[in-house]
Each structure stands twice: as structure tokens, then as C-alpha cells.
């Protein structure tokens, strides 16, 4: 079982729509859970963080996480062209001292 | 100015050869990292470094190794350059005292082209 999972594949979604993203993780002790957008070519960029089980939200964009289901998710509101990019899910667990990565969700925003 | 810097930012080179490649950073973090990245195969560790005098493998370390030169410098080098390394590298730093809350800052990433 790999330790951090995105199976979706591309996402397209309309301008002004919701993006969601989900993202799995193997390892139940993890603590800390990360978002990064990726723009083609470019470095990854954190977007959000979350520590606690619930909703963490920032600006359009909301972090879910479900430690009992081993799950954390990223829902973008109103959907812009800009947010077009490639999502990564990280995971870092207690003691561990790095970060899991999955491979990503690329997420297209059509105008 | 960039909080963390790679050079080169390109790089083409030929089988067999040695190849370094530089990270700085004025964060003032104690750890760092590098990664290559492949399409279809996501972010993956070579090595991390929590100090000068501490280097750890990560899950890809064979065919490189690193150099911890002081607290703002991390290089990568790959001794015999083969294409499979062919790859998008990027350096990262963290902060320790952040605890588990260890978020990673990314330098702009080399794409290296092996020959």
C-alpha cells in the first residue's frame, strides 16, 4: 500500500465551479497534512496545512480531514482559470521525519 | 530575492559525467531535502540533512550523494550521470522547531537532461 494515495485522474471543472480533490494515506499515526499547488514546470507551492480532524478553511480554498477514515481532502469554491495546476497531497507522521507525497490531481478550470 | 535558490536552473550533460547541483537558502532553516520529480511518478526524497552533521538516504539514493557545507548550503551530486536520472530536482528546507508541524519551502527546481 503506498503511504500516500490520489488516485483521480485529470479533473475539469468549469469556471466558478467547485473543485474537490481527495487524498488518502496508509500510515495512522500521521499528524501533519499538506496541500501544494503545482503550476507545469515550476516548484511546489503550500496551500494549505491542516493538524486537526474537521474543515480548515482559506479564502476559496477548504481543507477536510477524517483521521479515522485516513483521508484528508481539498475543495476550491469558485474556480478560477489560474487555479489550473497540479494538487500534490503530504504527509508527514509523528516521529517521521519527512514528507510523503502523493502524485498529484492535475485540476484544468475551463473558462 | 528567493528564499531558496538551486543553480544551475538548466542543465544538459552526457553519460558518465559528474554533476553538482547547488541549493542556498536564507531562511535560516535546519533542514533540507532533495527530491527529483518524474512524470507520472510524483515527488520523490534522494536525501534530507536536519544539520551539517547529520545526512540521511531517503528512498532514492542510489547513483547520488550530498554535501552538507554549513547550515545554508546543500549540494547534490550525481557521480557517473546516467539518463535514467534524467529528472526535475528540487531542493527543500524546513523548519525544526515547528515540530510536526514541518512544512517544506521549495526552491525553484534543475531540470537535468542526461545525455
Known amino acids: 500500500q503506498k503511504e500516500v494515495e490520489q488516485n483521480s485522474g485529470p479533473l475539469s471543472v468549469p469556471e466558478g465551479a467547485i473543485a474537490s480533490l481527495n487524498c488518502t494515506y496508509s500510515?495512522?499515526?500521521?499528524?501533519?497534512f499538506f496541500w501544494y499547488r503545482q503550476y507545469s514546470g515550476k516548484s511546489p507551492e503550500l496551500i494549505m496545512s491542516?493538524?486537526?480532524?474537521g474543515d480548515k478553511e482559506d479564502g476559496r480554498f477548504t481543507a477536510q480531514l477524517n483521521k479515522a477514515s485516513q483521508y484528508v481532502s481539498l475543495l476550491i469554491r469558485d474556480s478560477q482559470p489560474s487555479d489550473s495546476a497540479t494538487y500534490l497531497c503530504?504527509?508527514?507522521?509523528?516521529?517521521?521525519?519527512?514528507?510523503?507525497f502523493g502524485k498529484g490531481n492535475q485540476v484544468v478550470v475551463i473558462p | 530575492d528567493a528564499d531558496v535558490t538551486q543553480t544551475p536552473r538548466n542543465r544538459i550533460t552526457k553519460t558518465g559525467k559528474r554533476i553538482m547541483l547547488e541549493c542556498s537558502q536564507t531562511?535560516?532553516?535546519?533542514?533540507m531535502y532533495w527530491y527529483r520529480q518524474d512524470p507520472g511518478l510524483g515527488l520523490r526524497l534522494i536525501y534530507y540533512?536536519?544539520?551539517?552533521?547529520?545526512?540521511n538516504k531517503g528512498e532514492i539514493s542510489d547513483g547520488y550523494s550530498v554535501s552538507r557545507q554549513a547550515q545554508a548550503k546543500f549540494s547534490l551530486s550525481l557521480e557517473s550521470a546516467i539518463p535514467n536520472q534524467t529528472a526535475l530536482y528540487f531542493c527543500?528546507?524546513?523548519?525544526?522547531?515547528?515540530?510536526?508541524?514541518?512544512?517544506?519551502?521549495f526552491g525553484p527546481g534543475t531540470r537535468l537532461t542526461v545525455l
Open positions: 503530504a504527509v508527514n507522521a509523528r516521529g517521521n521525519n519527512r514528507l510523503a
Open positions: 531562511k535560516g532553516h535546519d533542514r
Open positions: 540533512s536536519f544539520d551539517v552533521k547529520d545526512i
Open positions: 527543500a528546507t524546513s523548519d525544526p522547531i515547528a515540530g510536526v508541524r514541518d512544512t517544506q519551502y
Open positions: 500510515d495512522r499515526v500521521s499528524q501533519s
Open positions: 491542516i493538524y486537526s480532524n
